[in-house]
């Protein structure tokens, strides 16, 4: 058996191992009984705040599921620290700005910070994590684009779609692309130096890149998502998670992330088809199958495995986040199917010409 933190590395080069490498988006949180006890007495920032419950949060999932990589307990508002927009996270809604930024005095304020000044705490919780998984799984860092980060900051709060986010992209290009800017700055200091602190890869989330139509995607977010994976190709491999997104994948292919996250829309043969080999990609069962009998989630799990029909260069996942009522008995024997399928099995699949 390859180590767990080969096996995931491996992927991320497209080479095949003995088993699809597996984690799990929002693995450490509100599923997990161990981690509901430790929330009872600390809130979601106060949990980040110190490394040492960071560290032990972010690499729980690794001794309760088995899962080959810890993702660093975290969120994505984490690098709003020191810029000068107050925000907080709140139970059932998730993060709200205070004031949120609509005007060009409010864009100019904002602060382009050192990132270990802002979260030190954060870096020393990479250190702390990278030294306790060892080879026994590999650590993964994550920000937000900054066009999903722009939508909080624009619009407040969570929303379907946006609307007051659309209306400053539209409507003031120019200050939108200052405030891009600022955010893609900021958001390839912070990815690098949790590379720098122990992270094997980062992950990007781009949650509301599928409220976008393809042309306002082209024009007012890829080029800065450019040029942050610029930033970090060289010191690590990335992955590009969005959902929804089906019609963004031509444009997503062009950012410059190596790795793509796809949701359970499409399938991961489609994926490469549509973008070739050149990626590796994430994904993509529907996490509401782990909520199914597991016959139903087993069928879900097969049909994604032979979706990558053993190309090289898969990393199984969902296709979003774990859902909080999401048993972790299932998610463990998720994690053996995955691993007791040998990606070499469904060659033939392959060598049919599907690939
Ligand atoms: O999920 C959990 O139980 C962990 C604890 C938690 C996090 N953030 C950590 C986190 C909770 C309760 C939040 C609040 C939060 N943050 C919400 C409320 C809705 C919710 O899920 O409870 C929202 C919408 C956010 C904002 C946010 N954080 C987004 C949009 C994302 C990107 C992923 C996505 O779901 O689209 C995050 C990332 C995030 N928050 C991670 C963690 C540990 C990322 C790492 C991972 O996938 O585990």
Not at 190 to 214: C, M
Not at 259 to 268: H, K, N
Not at 331 to 338: A, Q
Request: hydrophobic share 45%; charged share 20%; net charge negative.
């Amino acid at each position: 058996m390859n180590p767990s933190a080969t096996r995931i590395m491996a992927a991320t080069r497209k080479e095949l191992s003995d088993a699809a490498p597996v984690w799990f988006m929002r693995q450490a949180g509100r599923s997990l009984s161990q981690y509901r006890l430790l929330r009872q007495r600390m809130t979601l920032l106060e949990m980040v705040r110190d490394p040492a419950v960071c560290c032990e949060v972010t690499c729980m999932p690794v001794d309760l599921l088995g899962v080959d990589a810890a993702v660093l307990f975290a969120d994505i508002m984490l690098p709003l620290e020191g810029m000068g927009v107050p925000f907080q996270m709140e139970d059932g809604v998730g993060p709200v700005v205070t004031d949120p930024l609509r005007t060009q005095l409010q864009i100019d304020r904002l602060r382009v910070v050192s990132p270990e000044e802002a979260t030190p705490y954060l870096f020393e919780a990479i250190g702390l994590a990278r030294r306790a998984l060892g080879q026994r799984a590999a650590l993964i860092g994550f920000g937000p684009s900054p066009f999903t980060l722009a939508c909080y900051l624009v619009e407040g709060k969570g929303s379907r779609d946006f609307p007051h986010v659309r209306a400053l992209m539209y409507g003031q290009p120019r200050l939108w692309h200052q405030l891009m800017g600022t955010l893609t700055e900021v958001l390839a200091r912070y990815l690098v130096a949790q590379i720098e602190a122990g992270a094997q890869l980062v992950q990007v989330f781009d949650s509301w890149a599928g409220i976008l139509d393809a042309q306002a995607y082209r024009d007012s977010v890829a080029p800065h998502l450019r040029r942050l994976f610029a930033r970090l190709e060289p010191s690590a491999p990335a992955i590009y998670f969005s959902t929804g997104s089906t019609h963004l994948l031509g444009a997503i292919a062009e950012v410059g992330a190596a790795g793509i996250s796809v949701d359970w829309r499409l399938s991961l043969a489609e994926a490469w088809s549509q973008i070739g080999p050149d990626f590796f990609l994430q994904g993509n069962l529907d996490p509401a199958l782990v909520l199914g009998p597991w016959e139903v989630l087993e069928r879900g799990a097969m049909a994604v495995l032979e979706g990558a029909a053993g190309r090289p260069g898969h990393i199984f996942n969902l296709g979003h986040g774990v859902l909080p009522e999401s048993d972790p008995g299932q998610l463990r024997r998720l994690v053996e199917f995955v691993h007791e399928f040998d990606p070499k099995l469904v060659q033939p699949l392959r060598d049919r010409g599907q690939g």
